[in-house]
């Protein structure tokens, strides 16, 4: 398995508490995914970002569904090896 997270770059001029907000998921579990691939938009201090693949795989989960919020870290999804 591999965690989908919000590369540390995007945090580095953010506040220490600040949280980000998935505004839209591109992808739906069980999906097949490619290295790269754009998964989701989030927002993060006023500045939409993309979250993507890091690997090849199918997206086993989706840990924070959209409009919700997520910590510096905090993994969105899971992927599996297809």
């Known amino acids: 398995m591999t965690d989908v997270v919000?590369?540390?770059s995007a945090w580095e001029?953010?506040?220490?508490?600040t949280e980000a907000l998935v505004d839209e998921w591109l992808v739906r579990e069980g999906e097949r995914v490619a290295a790269g691939q754009v998964l989701a938009r989030v927002m993060l201090v006023k500045t939409?970002?993309?979250?993507?693949?890091?690997v090849d795989g199918v997206v086993e989960?989706?840990?924070?569904?959209?409009?919700?919020?997520?910590?510096k870290g905090r993994p969105l999804a899971t992927l599996r090896a297809a």
């Open 6 to 8: 919000l590369p540390d």
């Open 13 to 17: 001029d953010v506040e220490p508490d």
């Open 48 to 54: 939409s970002l993309e979250v993507t693949a890091p």
């Open 61 to 71: 989960r989706i840990l924070v569904p959209t409009e919700q919020t997520f910590a």
